[in-house]
């Protein structure tokens, strides 16, 4: 009997629409939740044991399961739960997968079952009013400490803005929500919930971390900036589709890591720099939590004169790491030295990705002022 309806679960499983993890879409999920009538993964399950009064999990191949429990299953599924649990989800909202950190997949579950957000539109208000404002553990510049700094974000203005003291009447910085990015770097910060917001200052890119103790304000907040960028596009763009605008309301980098590199000469010594891909920036920082990169390389498209090439010049000296990259632009060649052949493959795989694409209108606009620092 058991067995039975272990096959009829595992036949369930072979429904289109629970073929993947009904919260982050990882392939074949093993586990379920039988009070709500989905299947997820090992990892989601995980979530959902912290929510008991929502969500109860079994093993789909190691668990018994009774006949009620399999015939819930049957009667429900994934696409059902998703007809239902997501149906106001708004546009600009960020759906988690599995490659995705552990706050923003938990929020998300939350989001769904326990508070309901997209059943009742109501509850969406910290991140779609348009308007917020709140206390946020922001890293000092200098000194690394993280304070805790008052930070607004209106759209009318068209901007997110942070005060140095609560009663201060001049806000620190304004980050226009135009130029406004906004990734989760948890490893890197080193909270699970820290967050990275860059900007443009002087056309340069300004990085600041944050972080709050409480995973659904971060998130909101995570979710607010998206909403900003969107209603922004959407008016800077007024016959783009939601499908056109939602891929550029937030990114995360291509890559990140340590390379080494020379000067333009390329008569200096090599040193190690810790190296973000952005889009098209490919910046350089002595630190990965500086506040501002030592410089900025625009890579631009194959078409425009731009290539990546395996290995350095024979005649390069000076460098310690033994996987080199040469990228070539119109005006010189930059090199780089990895320290393992899988890094320079990444590298050089982030790269090509960026030259083969053929480039927008603004960005030749950006190509044209962007600042080539030494």
Not at 57 to 63: A, E, I, N, T, Y
Not at 82 to 89: D, I, L, N, P, Q
Not at 185 to 212: C, E
């Amino acid at each position: 009997m058991a067995g039975e309806r272990r096959g009829a679960i595992l036949e369930l499983l072979r429904r289109p629409g629970n073929a993947r993890c009904a919260d982050c879409g990882a392939p074949d999920p093993d586990w379920a939740s039988y009070t709500l009538g989905v299947f997820i993964c090992l990892s989601c399950s995980g979530i959902h044991r912290n929510i008991p009064q929502v969500s109860k999990v079994k093993s789909v191949r190691l668990d018994a399961w009774e006949e009620a429990q399999v015939e819930f299953m049957a009667s429900h599924g994934n696409d059902a739960a998703r007809a239902t649990f997501e149906s106001k989800v708004p546009s600009f909202y960020y759906r988690p997968t599995f490659s995705d950190c552990q706050v923003l997949r938990e929020q998300w579950i939350r989001a769904k079952y326990e508070r309901r957000e997209f059943v009742h539109p109501e509850k969406q208000e910290p991140y779609s009013a348009g308007y917020r404002e709140g206390f946020l553990w922001k890293r000092g510049r200098d000194n690394g400490q993280f304070l805790s700094r008052k930070f607004v974000l209106t759209e009318r203005e068209g901007a997110l803005k942070y005060f140095n003291r609560s009663d201060a009447k001049e806000p620190k910085a304004i980050m226009k929500i135009e130029h406004l990015n906004a990734t989760f770097q948890p490893a890197k910060i080193g909270h699970p919930h820290g967050l990275q917001v860059t900007y443009l200052k002087d056309n340069s890119t300004r990085n600041i971390f944050v972080y709050h103790e409480d995973g659904k304000e971060i998130v909101d907040w995570f979710n607010a900036l998206r909403a900003a960028r969107f209603h922004y596009l959407q008016v800077a763009f007024p016959g783009a589709s939601d499908a056109d605008l939602v891929p550029k309301l937030s990114r995360n980098y291509l890559k990140e890591g340590y390379m080494e590199k020379t000067g333009p000469k390329q008569t200096e010594g090599f040193r190690k720099r810790w190296f973000t891909m952005d889009d098209r920036r490919l910046m350089y920082f002595k630190d990965p939590l500086d506040a501002f990169a030592r410089g900025e390389v625009f890579i631009g498209s194959k078409e425009s004169g731009y290539k990546v090439l395996d290995g350095l010049p024979p005649s390069t000296q000076g460098y310690h790491w033994p996987h080199g990259i040469t990228i070539v632009t119109p005006d010189r060649k930059f090199l780089f030295t990895c320290e393992t052949e899988l890094d320079q493959r990444e590298w050089v795989a982030a790269f090509q990705k960026v030259v083969d694409r053929p480039m927008l209108p603004q960005e030749y606009a950006v190509e044209a002022h962007f600042k080539h620092k030494p």
